[in-house]
């Protein structure tokens, strides 16, 4: 099934290359997400396509109309980075007393898990990005980091926040 993910994944990256001049780094817990989603004891792997379309064509599509992501750019942080970026949210997470359920810093974007506060989803959001972009800056790190935008989903009993506390368990990669 991972050969099956790679070789589509490899093919959407080539598209996105020839028709945006854009470089596709896919981490390796998409792979692990794409297998889960993109096989079925029904239909085998025929929901591979669909898997990668949601999951991956889709968002970009989204951030290269929306002007997130332009011509020539490659977003991606290193395993050292990652861990950088966490360590600067949860103590940021600490210091505000907001308790993160879970915390899972990708390659270019994060998850995290978080019981309401005081302060504003978008003032969070806001604030945690200045962290975490501060924290790379003082590595060394140049450049775009994070996209403008974030999706927030609300979930509104115990079982919605423990499935999304595990996805992004799972999400970490």
Same mark, same amino acid.
């Given at each position: 099934?991972?050969?099956?993910? =790679? %070789? %589509?994944v490899k ?9 945006? *001049?854009?470089k +596709?780094?896919? @981490? ?7 297998v889960?989603?993109?096989? &079925? ?18 968002? %970009? ?10 011509? *020539?750019?490659?977003?991606? %942080?290193?395993?050292r980075? /990652?861990? =950088?970026v966490r ?8 210091r505000?007393? #907001?308790?993160l ?5 990708? =390659?270019?974007?994060?998850? +995290? ?5 005081c302060?504003s ?8 990005k200045?962290?975490?972009t501060?924290?790379l800056?003082?590595?060394?790190? &140049?450049?775009p980091?994070w996209t403008?935008?974030? @999706? /927030? ?6 079982a @919605?926040?423990?499935r999304?506390?595990?996805?992004? #368990?799972?999400?970490? *990669?």
């Open positions: 099934m991972r050969k099956i993910a =790679t %070789l %589509l093919e959407a990256a080539s598209r996105l290359k020839e028709e945006h *001049g854009m +596709l780094d896919v @981490d390796k817990s998409v792979f692990k997400l794409l889960e989603k993109g096989f &079925s004891e029904e239909f085998g792997a025929r929901e591979m396509h669909r898997a990668i379309t949601e999951n991956i064509e889709d968002p %970009l599509s989204e951030k290269i109309l929306s002007g997130q992501f332009k011509k *020539g750019q490659t977003v991606k %942080l290193t395993k980075e /990652k861990e =950088t360590q600067a949210i949860l103590s940021e997470s600490q505000i007393g #907001q308790n359920e879970a915390l899972a810093v990708c =390659t270019n974007h994060l998850h +995290l898990a978080a019981r309401s506060c302060k989803i978008e003032r969070i959001v806001s604030m945690y200045s962290v975490a501060r924290a800056r003082s590595v060394g790190r &140049s450049g980091i403008t935008g974030f @999706d /927030k989903r609300f979930c509104f009993t115990e @919605d926040l423990a999304k506390i595990e996805y992004i #368990q799972n999400h970490n *990669g």
